[in-house]
């Protein structure tokens, strides 16, 4: 036996057996076909006593496997990593969620679509709740260069018909990952395939889709889907939906837009908030229409919403465009006279958007 060079012992049931550089001796109670898997060297001694056991964590400590899997996903031989969690999985042996967290992130590195669902799929059903942000990035970023979404849309259908309770928050958190990587064509996908699965969209995932479009100009698809949202009867449109539509018209420089919306959205019995009445002064200033701009900031003066320090400098700028220079400079002494405490600031914005995301 001194040849033999022992690395460690690992405790067991009723003792413990030793781990050695070319052999591994096992207790006695084990099965003669468990004993004959351990006569391995290194990692393989571990990955055959999981499969050939009914319950791998029985004879080796889930730290060892978790340092198994960690070598399998550095030498990049991903598949062998997944398969191994597969098995451990079967049999009830739990990982920490950064080790699905690590092979997800090297899945995406490789840009292996397959691999980066499955373990997104394992790291739900370990978890048991909404994950991580990254998370959701690391998925959507292994898609950036794939045209074939088969993996992707079967397990969001797959979490769709789940017993989740938050199933529509995992597929609307995808979608927003998927946007944030730019890939748009995959978003608009997503929710047209959401429309024959069991969990339908909601009015979040419209609104996050909105916003999409908005950010990426695409004018004509954002109108378009502002109408079926109308269509459909299970979905209310609300003032973000609203807010969402009037910004990205404001960006596109469809000013006409602006207040067509903004009419129909008080018509509808939603009240402007910070974010409408700036979208729409700001683009009836641009658009000549000062006497309206003036109208909905008195507005908001009455309604008692606080001004920004944006909202001012829109109007002063139209103000001086049309001539009108002794009223924008009573604006601008109105702006140096109110306290910054009593101005809204970027965090108010914030706190508009917020419910936008889930």
């Known amino acids: 036996m001194a040849k033999w060079s022992i690395v460690r012992r690992i405790p067991v049931s009723g003792g413990s057996f030793a781990y050695m550089k070319h052999m591994v001796y096992a207790p006695a109670e084990c099965s003669f076909s468990a004993m004959h898997s351990l006569i391995d060297t290194g990692g393989e001694a571990l990955k055959k006593t999981t499969e050939n056991s009914d319950s791998g964590s029985k004879f080796i400590s889930r730290i060892d496997y978790t340092s ?40 995406g590195e490789q840009n292996d679509t397959k691999l980066s669902c499955r373990a997104f799929r394992m790291m739900l059903v370990q978890a048991g709740m909404p ?8 998925l959507a970023r292994a898609f950036i260069n794939a045209d074939d979404c088969v993996h992707l849309l079967n397990l969001l259908k797959e979490v769709s018909e789940s017993s989740l309770p938050c199933r529509l928050i995992v597929i609307n958190r995808t979608i927003l990952a998927f946007a944030e990587s730019r890939q748009v064509d995959k978003v608009l996908m997503i929710l047209e395939k959401m429309r024959e699965w069991e969990c339908k969209p909601d009015v979040i995932t419209y609104n996050s889709v909105l916003d999409i479009l908005g950010r990426a100009g695409l004018v004509k698809e954002m109108l378009r889907l502002l109408s079926s949202m109308k269509e459909d009867c299970d ?20 000013f006409d837009m602006c207040l067509v919306l903004y009419e129909e ?10 974010l409408s009445y700036t979208a729409v002064i700001d683009s009836l200033g641009r658009s000549g229409n000062t006497k309206e701009a003036l109208r909905l900031f008195d507005e908001m003066k009455q309604r008692e919403i606080r001004l920004s320090v944006y909202v001012y400098r829109a109007l002063i700028d139209c103000l001086k465009k049309t001539g009108e220079f002794s009223r924008a400079l009573q604006l601008s002494d109105e702006l140096k006279n109110t306290s910054a405490l009593d101005l809204a600031g970027p965090l108010d914005f914030k706190r508009h958007l917020r419910p936008h995301r889930r």
Not at 131 to 138: A, F, G, H, I, T
Not at 235 to 254: F, Q
């Open 235 to 254: 979905v209310s449109l609300n003032i973000i939906t609203y807010n969402t539509v009037l910004n990205g018209m404001r960006k596109a420089c469809r």
């Open 265 to 274: 959205m008080v018509q509808c019995g939603i009240e402007p908030d910070l």
């Open 131 to 138: 994950l991580s942000s990254d998370c959701y990035l690391n």
């Open 68 to 107: 198994l899997v960690e070598k399998y996903r550095r030498d990049g031989n991903l598949s062998a990593a997944y398969d191994l969690l597969q098995s451990l999985q079967d049999k009830n042996v739990c990982f920490p969620v950064s080790v699905f967290k690590n092979l997800l992130v090297a899945a």
